[in-house]
Structures are given as structure tokens and as C-alpha cells.
């Protein structure tokens, strides 16, 4: 764990299932040598809207990069490196995370790196630390009060449509690869 991180805060981002899947998928994150994780879940249903209204299935990168940012918004300063695991394509989630963060001085300090850079860097097969937590929100965080209650404690993120619908038009305007 240490060996790549130089004594800098560690936070992994993963997927529970890819969200070209026909299935809810989990997407969280957890700090590294702590029990901190953070996590949402969207509904095939919600997967389905995104693709009729915005041909989300041609850009799953864009969707996974503005569940990203709704997720770590409010804790950038809980971590200086964040490996994403690269369920997406991962160049396209860096730049639109760029986009969506265009303006925040803190975001711009962070290293952002894949789970496959990660293991370049350290010769070992690591995995995300973050998969079996991501799991546990695809489970619970779409289901009632009393099962989100239930087991580990989650710390649960809404996202909805609307939302994801302002930041994709945000991005469209200010995208240029």
C-alpha cells in the first residue's frame, strides 16, 4: 500500500458491475487504510432513461465521470492520489472530470491514476480497494431505509436524473478532445 503512495492519502474508485450492464450498478469509494467509503447506485431504470434521452450507451465514460464528481466534490481534501479502476475509458473519464472540475484549485493538485497504472508502478497485481464496498451499495443504497440499515453502515450519495442531465449538458458545452 505504502509503496506507491509516499505517505499520501490513497482513495480507489471502483464499480460494482459496468454500466454498460443490464443491471443496477454500484459505484463508490474507499480511503485506503481507512474505513471511509462513500457510495451511490443507479437503477437499470435510470440506465435505461440516460440512454434513450441522451445515447448514454455511446458515452458510458461521461456518466461514470459525473457519478465520479458527485462523489468526491465534497471530500477532495481527503485524499491526494485517486485510482480509478478503468471499468470506463479511462483517458475520457480524465477529461471529463477535468471539464466538471474546471475551476477547483484543489482538484487540480490531485494525481488521478487507473488501477492498471497503479500496477505498473508497483509490479503487483492490486486490486481496487474500493470493488467489495461499491458492491455493497449495487445491494442496499437502491433499496428501503430499513435494508440500507442493515450490515455495514453507507454512506449514500442521490444522484437522479435531472442531475445527471445538467452535468452531461455542462460537459457537452465545455468538452473539447
Given amino acids: 500500500m505504502n509503496d506507491y503512495s509516499n505517505g499520501k492519502r490513497v482513495m480507489h474508485i471502483d464499480t460494482s458491475s459496468k454500466l454498460c ?4 450498478t454500484g459505484i ?3 480511503i485506503v487504510g481507512t474505513n471511509q467509503h462513500r457510495g451511490l447506485g443507479l437503477k437499470l431504470r435510470l440506465k435505461r432513461e440516460l440512454e434513450k434521452s441522451l445515447n448514454a450507451n ?3 465514460a461521461r456518466i461514470y465521470a459525473i457519478c465520479i ?3 468526491i ?3 477532495l481534501d481527503l485524499f491526494d492520489i485517486l485510482v480509478i479502476c478503468a471499468d470506463e475509458d479511462i483517458d475520457y473519464v480524465k ?3 477535468n471539464v466538471l472540475f474546471k475551476d477547483d484549485e484543489r482538484y487540480s493538485k490531485k494525481e488521478i491514476i487507473s488501477v492498471f497504472e497503479l500496477r505498473q508502478i508497483t509490479g503487483v497485481h492490486i486490486k481496487s480497494y ?3 464496498v461499491a458492491n455493497f451499495y449495487r445491494q442496499r443504497a437502491l433499496k428501503s431505509l430499513f435494508r440500507q440499515q442493515t450490515g455495514t453502515s453507507l454512506n449514500i450519495i442521490k444522484i437522479g436524473f435531472d442531475e445527471i442531465c445538467d452535468k452531461w449538458e455542462e460537459i457537452e458545452q465545455n468538452k473539447k478532445i
Fill in 21 to 24: 450492464q443490464r443491471d443496477d
Fill in 95 to 97: 477529461h471529463y472530470l
Fill in 130 to 132: 474500493a470493488h467489495g
Fill in 73 to 75: 466534490k465534497e471530500d
Fill in 28 to 30: 463508490a469509494y474507499k
Fill in 69 to 71: 464528481y458527485k462523489l
Fill in 58 to 60: 455511446l458515452d458510458w
